[in-house]
């Protein structure tokens, strides 16, 4: 009989259960067909009696402000970016986060404080996770103002970096969450926010 491969191949991809009213436009492809499917839903639920021009004006504004923020997660390595669509109380929930490209990180001969340094020299407060088996860290901080990159306001950040399972050089996906909440990172808002990507990521599994 011939010899059997045992070994498992490493994930192609990743599978997760957003939040209801939530939608995701893919970075590497299919970019502006995702944009123009939620402006048209956005654009859908407005009030029937707005003018015909203050539509029109309220698209072309969403198309850009989403295609800012598509380039923006792009530059930062993103491959897909996942955002509130629906509006609660009239407005969107200001959050987002972001699936980065796997990165590579040596591993070989260092704990596992120097690979979550290697990754995330900035990172406070983090604690190691494990999901859909693979092992990994949650980081809990603070993003400051960025004028290079038109961020006002102080955001809350999340990240889980998860060891791609049997990747070889070993490599890395990292989830990215962010949210400026009511202006307060540390507000009970910001809180409840986080709540629910930390709720997200249990529903997170590996593709094969």
């Known amino acids: 009989m011939p010899e059997t491969d045992t070994k498992a191949a490493a994930p192609v991809g990743y599978n997760l259960v957003p939040p209801p009213g939530w939608d995701m436009i893919p970075l590497r492809e299919g970019t502006n067909e995702a944009i123009k499917r939620i402006v048209d839903r956005s654009v859908d639920e ?3 009696d707005i003018p015909r021009d203050d539509l029109s004006k309220a698209r072309m504004e969403l198309i850009k402000r989403l295609k800012r923020v598509a380039r923006q997660a792009r530059e930062t390595r993103a491959m897909d970016l996942h955002l509130p669509v629906a509006r ?3 407005a969107a929930l200001p959050a987002s986060f972001i699936v980065s490209e796997p990165i590579t990180a040596p591993t070989v001969g260092l704990n596992s404080g120097l690979i979550l340094s290697s990754l995330r020299p900035d990172a406070s407060q983090s604690e190691e996770v494990t999901i859909d088996g693979a092992t990994g860290f949650r980081v809990d901080g603070t993003a400051q103002p960025d004028t290079d ?5 102080s955001s809350r950040r999340v990240e889980y970096l998860l060891q791609i399972p049997n990747s ?4 890395w996906l990292t989830i990215s969450f962010s949210t ?5 990172p540390d507000s ?4 409840l926010l986080v709540d629910l990507f930390d709720a ?5 599994r590996w593709s094969h």
């Open 149 to 153: 990159r038109d961020v006002e306001f």
């Open 168 to 171: 070889a050089p070993r490599a």
């Open 46 to 48: 407005l009030p029937a």
């Open 188 to 191: 009970e808002m910001a809180d």
């Open 88 to 90: 609660v109380d009239g």
């Open 180 to 184: 400026v909440a009511d202006g307060r």
């Open 200 to 204: 997200v990521m249990t529903t997170f």
